[in-house]
């Protein structure tokens, strides 16, 4: 079953922006990772954050946890065309090693 | 990623027809994973194998078949019983409770 839900489904921005997407997930977890997929590719993990932790930081990535409203947020700083993808985030509520995938946030950079 | 090969990167299934996707891996990870992905949408898992001879199922397993003879490989077969197998399957590989590392996908097709 589908832990994570992802917020906004698609969202388009131009060049130089800040993209944030959202995930909510039902259990408790011990960490939530973030994903990407360009087009037709498999997944290339970004950052992993643990449940003790508030916020982590990744060049221009910035992920912060609320475990009290089992929420997290990605945020993208000073876009660019290259960050056109899909983002997922994952969490281990079902067992260290079974990741459950939200359905992902489509993201479209326009120069 | 270098270190998941799939294999092939199209293939078709006529009905009735049992398909191997296949997975080879060159990371020595000792964990595996098989994921489906529909159009738009998240992951979800098919099986999983911790260690070699040993598989368990995940959300989606009727229809499909897997085997671990070897630590490197972790081959799926979409059976017959699988009435809507057209989608990307994706194969991935962890060490512990590290991230995962995905391979590129299969795209199965009914003719």
């Known amino acids: 079953s589908q832990q994570g839900e992802e917020d906004p489904q698609a969202l388009s921005i131009q060049e130089g922006e800040n993209a944030t997407m959202n995930c909510s997930y039902k259990?408790?977890?011990?960490?939530l990772q973030w994903y990407r997929q360009n087009s037709g590719r498999g997944l290339v993990h970004l950052i992993l954050?643990?449940?003790?932790?508030r916020e982590k930081h990744s060049g221009r990535l910035r992920v912060t946890l609320d475990t009290s409203k089992k929420s997290s947020s990605l945020l993208i700083t000073a876009s660019r065309a290259a960050d056109t993808a899909s983002y997922f985030c994952a969490t281990d509520g079902q067992g260290a090693q079974k990741l459950v995938f939200g359905q992902g946030t489509r993201l479209t950079i326009n120069p | 990623d270098g270190g998941i090969t799939q294999s092939p990167k199209y293939l078709f299934r006529k009905e009735g027809q049992n398909v191997t996707l296949s997975c080879e891996q060159n990371?020595?990870?000792?964990?595996m994973y098989w994921y489906r992905q529909d159009p738009g949408q998240g992951l979800r898992l098919i099986y999983y194998s911790q260690i070699v001879n040993d598989f368990q199922k995940g959300d989606i397993a009727e229809g499909y078949s897997v085997s671990r003879e070897k630590k490197e490989s972790f081959p799926l077969t979409v059976t017959s019983a699988q009435k809507n197998p057209t989608a990307f399957y994706l194969c991935a590989a962890a060490r512990g409770n590290q991230p995962q590392h995905f391979g590129d996908g299969t795209r199965l097709s009914i003719l």
């Open positions: 990371l020595n990870h000792d964990a």
């Open positions: 259990t408790s977890i011990n960490n």
């Open positions: 954050i643990r449940s003790n932790e």
